[in-house]
């Protein structure tokens, strides 16, 4: 459930309806873009949206981000269906398609509507060389050719982008040629990997021939754009700092200057006390050393809250007893359920039933609930469930 709101509507930016919710800060999106654009001014952006805008809503992300776009700059999509999600909610602005297409059929609905698409594999080329043979009138394509640099996913090996560049460059039907391609350590500063994929894409592009200024490059997606200024070039792509993560090693986002941009939020539904040398949740995996005080919060991986979170991950109390508000850190107890997640109270003795409980987000960094659980702030925010309300402010 989406609900669009203002700073005036407390009762809904209070979630006083819902079990869990988010809130997304659209202040916070824009800000962070605001920032992008500090890292390198001169560069074109590829705002990336894709996986409904990292589990933020891709149409009301674009929407509160699209006055921000300028010149040739263009939201990035991993989908065909996405981008048509966002030509059907009235975003006109351009659209990349990240992976391209895989069928002729897509190629003719991306034609039609416009979008731009990467290039990626030989028989995308053969496809593409058909479709230039066969149709006679359509505008000037915008492609990306994404050359395989070193990380092994998607993108043409050297031999591959040789020949598509010799069909492409200086074609009638091609308006823009952009190379592009992924870093695989790019969120390590000391990692060697990043320094030998952009010396194997010089070496790629100077045995294709191809001289300065005869195409523009697009290496950098979030890290990078962080942490590694020589592979700015002419395009950025952020994703995750967008929203307020870091892909750097062992930083958060507030680091770096990003603001959180979703806040996940439950409430405190049971409050009891437990013996010392009792078990808590499922599998006894948590043993009470001393007399505990615990919390029952409404949430769990139903709701996209990991099941992987350990004991000890932190979660964040607005406790709305104390005589001042106040925001107390508390940590997990037992194993995460499909509905509930129980909290040691200890060090927390306002807390009651009602408090609100963040589980990430303002205060408490998404990047670190991710490190407790053994994976990424992408993760966390793309999981989220249908069951979570979303409410934007």
């Given at each position: 459930m989406t609900v669009i709101c203002t700073e005036a509507d407390s009762q809904l930016r209070s979630g006083a309806h819902a079990r869990a919710w988010a809130t997304i800060d659209l202040q916070a999106l824009r800000a962070n873009l605001s920032l992008v654009r500090t890292t390198n001014p001169n560069c074109s952006l590829v705002v990336v949206v894709k996986a409904n805008a990292y589990g933020h809503g891709l149409i009301a992300v674009a929407s509160a981000l699209r006055s921000q776009l300028r010149g040739r700059d263009c939201f990035g999509v991993a989908t065909l269906d996405?981008?048509?999600?966002?030509?059907?909610?009235?975003?006109?602005?351009?659209?990349?398609?990240?992976?391209?297409?895989?069928?002729?059929?897509?190629?003719?609905?991306?034609?039609?509507?416009?979008?731009?698409?990467?290039?990626?594999?030989?028989?995308?080329?053969?496809?593409?060389?058909?479709?230039?043979?066969?149709?006679?009138?359509?505008?000037?394509?915008?492609?990306?050719?994404?050359?395989d640099t070193g990380m092994h996913r998607l993108g043409l090996s050297e031999t591959d982008f040789v020949a598509a560049w010799q069909l492409l460059h200086g074609s009638p039907h091609v308006e823009q040629?952009?190379?592009?391609?992924?870093?695989?350590?790019?969120?390590?500063?000391?990692?060697?990997?990043?320094?030998?994929?952009?010396?194997s894409l010089q070496q790629s592009l100077a045995h294709a021939g191809v001289a300065e200024g005869d195409c523009e490059l697009s290496l950098a997606a979030s890290a990078a754009i962080l942490i590694w200024p020589q592979t700015h070039f002419q395009w950025l792509r952020p994703g995750i700092m967008l929203y307020g993560g870091t892909a750097i090693v062992g930083e958060n986002g507030i680091d770096r200057g990003l603001q959180p941009v979703m806040t996940l939020r439950s409430r405190i539904i049971s409050i009891k006390t437990v013996a010392a040398g009792e078990v808590i949740g499922y599998g006894a995996t948590y043993v009470c050393e001393t007399e505990h005080r615990l919390a029952v919060v409404s949430i769990g991986y139903g709701d996209g809250y990991p099941r992987s979170a350990p004991n000890g991950t932190p979660v964040l109390i607005h406790c709305r007893s104390a005589q001042r508000p106040l925001r107390k850190l508390a940590t997990l107890a037992g194993r995460v359920s499909m509905d509930k997640i129980i909290v040691d109270l200890s060090g927390c003795d306002e807390a009651v039933v009602g408090d609100e409980v963040i589980l990430w987000g303002e205060g408490l960094p998404a990047d670190e609930i991710a490190r407790h659980c053994g994976t990424i702030a992408y993760e966390l925010f793309c999981q989220v469930t249908a069951r979570v309300h979303y409410v934007y402010i």
């Amino acid at each position: 459930m989406t609900v669009i709101c203002t700073e005036a509507d407390s009762q809904l930016r209070s979630g006083a309806h819902a079990r869990a919710w988010a809130t997304i800060d659209l202040q916070a999106l824009r800000a962070n873009l605001s920032l992008v654009r500090t890292t390198n001014p001169n560069c074109s952006l590829v705002v990336v949206v894709k996986a409904n805008a990292y589990g933020h809503g891709l149409i009301a992300v674009a929407s509160a981000l699209r006055s921000q776009l300028r010149g040739r700059d263009c939201f990035g999509v991993a989908t065909l269906d996405e981008a048509l999600t966002l030509r059907r909610a009235g975003i006109t602005e351009p659209v990349l398609l990240l992976e391209g297409f895989v069928t002729v059929a897509e190629l003719e609905l991306i034609v039609l509507h416009g979008f731009h698409f990467v290039v990626h594999a030989l028989y995308q080329l053969e496809i593409l060389h058909a479709y230039f043979a066969d149709t006679k009138e359509f505008a000037p394509l915008t492609l990306w050719l994404k050359l395989d640099t070193g990380m092994h996913r998607l993108g043409l090996s050297e031999t591959d982008f040789v020949a598509a560049w010799q069909l492409l460059h200086g074609s009638p039907h091609v308006e823009q040629l952009v190379v592009m391609s992924h870093f695989a350590c790019a969120d390590d500063p000391h990692s060697p990997v990043t320094e030998r994929q952009i010396a194997s894409l010089q070496q790629s592009l100077a045995h294709a021939g191809v001289a300065e200024g005869d195409c523009e490059l697009s290496l950098a997606a979030s890290a990078a754009i962080l942490i590694w200024p020589q592979t700015h070039f002419q395009w950025l792509r952020p994703g995750i700092m967008l929203y307020g993560g870091t892909a750097i090693v062992g930083e958060n986002g507030i680091d770096r200057g990003l603001q959180p941009v979703m806040t996940l939020r439950s409430r405190i539904i049971s409050i009891k006390t437990v013996a010392a040398g009792e078990v808590i949740g499922y599998g006894a995996t948590y043993v009470c050393e001393t007399e505990h005080r615990l919390a029952v919060v409404s949430i769990g991986y139903g709701d996209g809250y990991p099941r992987s979170a350990p004991n000890g991950t932190p979660v964040l109390i607005h406790c709305r007893s104390a005589q001042r508000p106040l925001r107390k850190l508390a940590t997990l107890a037992g194993r995460v359920s499909m509905d509930k997640i129980i909290v040691d109270l200890s060090g927390c003795d306002e807390a009651v039933v009602g408090d609100e409980v963040i589980l990430w987000g303002e205060g408490l960094p998404a990047d670190e609930i991710a490190r407790h659980c053994g994976t990424i702030a992408y993760e966390l925010f793309c999981q989220v469930t249908a069951r979570v309300h979303y409410v934007y402010i």
